[in-house]
């Protein structure tokens, strides 16, 4: 008996990327787990930061110089009395509570300003002569201070659930006393790569094989993004193992398959995907490479499809959701950032981002086919503020060599045929 045709469903990138960010937005993420605190970095945060008192916790010198009242410094050069110095630490028991008139403190960067003075003036623009010191510049009020709790007031929330943890949130974390963090376990993502010519990488193999390497970057990008790989057998195509297979990674919080999804007479994964009784959001985009990727989920129990089929309607359902990622190698590369990125960050926890593009100079010209979003290898080279895109040489989709040279992609519009060298042009990096 034929399998049941699938409808095709074939969505602009726009369209394509809010369908995933929409599902990734119900996704419920898995268990939590508490880590040291340098552990937990890469992670993604489960709990609240709130700040353990006012940041800074008193008015906080931010220079080396003088703690003065501004009105002191109506005409310059001024020339105050220096009754006490002051350096980060306790504050010292002779130094007086306040200030009078004429008279300043000689005070360190971190140091707490006492009560009195109402600014800093820089050393620099100073000189000590015997205890007075002479100020050749004024400061206006609060310069050079940061005033308690300016940078967050006790109690505050300093990071929120699904905050990722990069070195700026580990820093904030370690400054409130939080050696320990509770963090999302990462959640499971299986890869299953199909195609009868598919071997695995240390395999004998015949002049007509090709090596595994889809699961092998799908697995590097799987990491990166905070998920575990879990990496399955490759399917052959044909539909009874292929079936079993994706069953397996089902079992995984997220299924991610690679080939099988274009039009050939071997392409099978949707047509049994659809006898799982699969629902597409879409199953193709107007992008290149990647156009045959497609998104959907199928009803999972976790006591298995079987169970699923006697529950009946009346069963409380929960899905898993899978990506069919197209086989080349920079298709199946490409799409997991464009689609399978978002799903799998929103199943680790992370709060929804939205897909950024840079803008660069583009080195040389471009002549490309119009009617689909370009997401083209390339290199970006020149520095800093001059930075600029070229497109990197490739054979196509195929080509894991040219993708291997680029460090970005560029993104070109659907509705541009001819870019000329020194326009800006949007790039996607990685
Ligand atoms: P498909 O999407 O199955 O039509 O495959 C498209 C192209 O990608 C074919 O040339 C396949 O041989 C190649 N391909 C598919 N899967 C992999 C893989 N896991 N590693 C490397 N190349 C692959
Ligand atoms: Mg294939």
């Keep these: 008996m034929p399998p049941p ?6 969505l602009s990138f726009e369209d394509a990327r809010r369908a995933v960010e929409q599902h990734a937005a119900q996704a ?17 945060l489960a709990e609240p930061i709130t700040a353990d008192r006012d940041i800074p916790p008193f008015p906080r010198a931010t220079r080396d110089g003088y703690a003065v009242r501004t009105a002191d410094l109506a005409t310059l050069p001024a020339k105050l009395r220096v009754i006490g110095e002051i350096k980060a630490g306790p504050l010292p028991g002779h130094v007086p509570s306040t200030l009078n008139r004429g008279e300043a403190f000689s005070i360190m960067t971190g140091a707490p300003v006492p009560p009195g003075p109402d600014a800093v003036v820089m050393v620099e623009y100073t000189s000590l002569q015997g205890d007075s010191v002479e100020i050749t510049k004024s400061v206006t009020p609060g310069e050079n201070i940061v005033a308690q709790g300016a940078e967050a007031k006790r109690g505050s929330l300093l990071l929120d659930r699904g905050t990722w943890l990069n070195e700026a949130a580990i820093a904030l974390a370690a400054s409130v006393g939080r050696s320990r963090l509770q963090v999302f376990v990462r959640p499971r993502v299986a890869v299953l790569t199909t195609g009868d010519e598919i071997v695995e990488v240390e395999a004998e193999l015949g002049p007509t094989q090709i090596r595994n390497s889809n699961s092998y970057s799908l697995a590097a990008q799987i990491q990166e993004a905070g998920g ?10 044909e539909p009874r193992r292929l079936r079993q297979l994706i069953e397996q990674g089902l079992q995984s919080d997220l299924l991610i398959m690679t080939g099988g999804v274009s039009m050939g007479r071997y392409d099978l994964v949707e047509q049994v995907l659809a006898e799982r009784q699969a629902e597409f959001f879409f199953t193709g985009a107007k992008i290149q490479p990647g156009r045959p990727a497609v998104f959907g989920r199928v009803p999972y129990s976790s006591c298995g499809a079987g169970a699923l089929a006697r529950e009946g309607a009346s069963a409380p359902l929960s899905h898993k959701y899978f990506f069919g990622l197209p086989g080349n190698p920079v298709s199946t590369m490409v799409t ?3 689609f399978a990125r978002p799903m799998l960050e929103a199943l680790a926890g992370m709060s929804p981002r939205p897909l950024t593009f840079l803008h660069v100079r583009l080195k040389s010209e471009i002549h490309i086919k119009t009617g689909l979003k370009r997401f083209l290898p390339a290199i970006l080279s020149g520095a800093y503020e001059e930075s600029q895109a070229e497109l990197v040489p490739w054979q196509g989709s195929g080509d894991i060599a040219a993708r291997a040279r680029a460090n970005c992609y560029i993104v070109i519009p659907p509705d541009r045929e001819h870019i000329l060298a020194g326009e800006w042009v949007a790039v996607m990096l990685r």
């Design 28 to 44: 419920v993420p898995g268990a939590e787990e508490t880590l040291d605190l340098l552990r937990a970095a890469g992670r993604v």
């Design 336 to 338: 997991f950032e464009l």
């Design 5 to 10: 045709p699938t409808q095709s469903l074939i």
């Design 228 to 237: 575990e790989p879990v990496l399955l057998p490759i399917a052959p195509d």
